[in-house]
């Protein structure tokens, strides 16, 4: 039987790779990562986390940043190291992989939905501008809804968002670039 499937295939691999049975508990144990820029995510959420591995006692995770240069790689890495020798896991170590490179597709919906909660305006809020060439030039404002929104500046708060002004609120907010 075809199935059609209703996911980015980057989104259905992540999935299959969590739910493999002999990994499925250190995915959810790294669910209490967060992303140290975002607190909001998990780096599960945020996409960053792309695979770990077990062989034997050993553990591997590997992790994509956001943008190559990410200063918040080193923080996560220490994080997930920690976690796993919290929870018994003395041989763990942490790779971190630039290719292929980090998407907002991998993003989970919930992921979207804790962006928009924190004031960030995920990756699938951008619209087109008036010309129809521009995909994040009015950026759906998290706290009001609002279109009318403007670009502020290529770069927010990290390299990864861009920043924004409602039109109608008048809040400033970051958005989330679609790479």
Known sequence: MNEISLMPEEQYQRLQQRHAEDVRALWDLLDAIKDPEIPALSIWDLGILRDVQRNGDQVTVTITPTYSGCPAMDNITTDVIQLLHDNGYSDATVKL???????????????????????????????????????????????CASRHTRRISEFGSTACKALFQCDDCGEPFDYFKKI
Request: negative net charge; proline residues 13%; glycine residues 8%.
């Open 97 to 143: 992989s630039l290719s292929p490179a980090w998407s907002s597709e991998w993003m989970s919906p919930e992921g979207r939905k804790k962006l928009r909660e924190y004031g960030i305006a995920p990756p699938e809020d951008a619209g087109l501008d008036d010309d129809g060439l521009t995909p994040d030039a009015h950026a759906a404002c998290p706290h």
